[in-house]
């Protein structure tokens, strides 16, 4: 993330040496790794430094107010070529815009006249994340942490860049090098926690949640996640105390309350999970999965019908959806229905007949009807 020349960030000393980094000693291939440096080396010297924007064009896109302020940065420029300061301004300005391209070339500048402007290389290399070029991001991040190897920002932002990857080892080492320079950045512990529950190592994804909490306990962003990562350990009484304490933060979040309502549903607790439910759906109508949610349910308190028409909004929203077909299929049996109950069947594996073949011949709901001619012809081929 782009940050202001005037931040100052508060760190502890730290320093990192990779193996993979290290000069390799001895006889001939020390040689060669001499002779490659130097021939990089002269390669770089004999490229042409990158040219400077040109002044004179206006950048499409911006507000009067805005080009205002590019411009005021255009005429120190115009007369003070040689500012990297200004040139560092005008690009985070550009950058904070939207218009990361045209940064870019701002950050250049500022970094051929002070190539040890560490925030530049950072907030470059933010700017290419957002453009999606993310190995060249890391190679930003990673010169501005040769130049400061306790810059938090620049950690933190080379794990995020990683992450997008898909490099997830190389993220996580990152983003605990970043919390070995700032411990309490609920940010990073946040993150970290994130890509512990995308890792599917939910103990760990969990602890690094607390951690954020105890720093930062008004994120219901972070009460939401833990709850997730609890509902994954089956811990689901505090899952739902997690909930609780996302929702008074955020109680206009329909995906936190079809979450908090799914919880009461594992719990046995149809009731509750009804009422969250309808909390979501009047925040956001068109979920289907939660109207399936919504009559399953209803179902398990014997409300038949209720529950067919909890599932016809999921159809209505969603024509193919097989789950909310089967689970018609299942409220016709429960109910001794057995016409609709194969109409229903029938559309169920017309979409996604790989699924619910098999789960119709082990549901025990279908089991009188097992001998009846439709069904078994129903099941043939299985």
């Given at each position: ?100 391209q045209e940064s870019i ?32 991001a890391i190679q930003c ?35 605990e090098q970043a919390l ?203």
């Amino acid at each position: 993330m782009p940050i202001p020349f005037s931040l100052v960030l508060v760190a502890v000393e730290f320093s990192l040496t990779d193996p993979a980094d290290l000069w390799i000693a001895g006889g001939s291939l020390s040689l060669l790794c001499l002779t490659g440096f130097l021939a990089w080396r002269q390669q770089r010297r004999r490229q042409s430094p990158p040219a400077p924007p040109d002044l004179a064009t206006p950048i499409a896109g911006l507000s009067a107010e805005e080009s205002a302020t590019i411009a005021n940065y255009d005429a120190t420029l115009g007369s003070q070529p040689n500012d990297a300061l200004t040139w560092y301004n005008r690009a985070t300005t550009l950058d904070r815009l939207g218009h990361h391209q045209e940064s870019i070339a701002s950050y250049d500048q500022a970094l051929r006249l002070k190539p040890d402007f560490y925030q530049a290389f950072n907030n470059k290399g933010s700017a290419l994340d957002d453009l999606g070029q993310h190995p060249e991001a890391i190679q930003c991040y990673e010169q501005a942490l040769a130049l400061k190897p306790d810059f938090f920002e620049a950690r933190f932002n080379q794990a995020n860049s990683f992450r997008s990857m898909g490099r997830h080892q190389e993220a996580l080492r990152a983003y605990e090098q970043a919390l070995v320079i700032t411990p309490d950045s609920p940010e990073a512990w946040f993150a970290l926690g994130t890509l512990f529950a995308l890792l599917q190592r939910y103990a760990s994804a969990l602890n690094s949640f607390e951690k954020a909490l105890a720093i930062n306990a008004v994120d219901p962003t972070i009460w939401y996640h833990r709850a997730l990562a609890l509902s994954k350990l089956e811990r689901f009484a505090d899952a739902l105390d997690s909930y609780a304490r996302a929702l008074a933060l955020q109680p206009q979040d329909p995906q936190m309350w079809a979450n908090h309502g799914i919880t009461y549903y594992r719990l046995q607790q149809p009731m509750e999970a009804v009422n969250s439910f309808d909390r979501s759906l009047q925040l956001q109508p068109n979920q289907p999965q939660i109207w399936v949610y919504r009559g399953l349910a209803l179902s398990s308190m014997g409300l038949h019908e209720l529950a067919l028409a909890s599932h016809d909004q999921a159809i209505a929203q969603q024509p193919d959806y097989a789950e909310a077909y089967y689970h018609r299929a299942c409220c016709h049996a429960q109910q001794g229905r057995v016409n609709p109950m194969i109409a229903n069947l029938e559309q169920a594996f017309a979409c996604d007949r790989t699924r619910f073949q098999p789960l119709a011949m082990r549901d025990p709901v279908f089991q009188p009807f097992r001998h009846i001619p439709q069904f078994q012809v129903l099941m043939q081929g299985f």
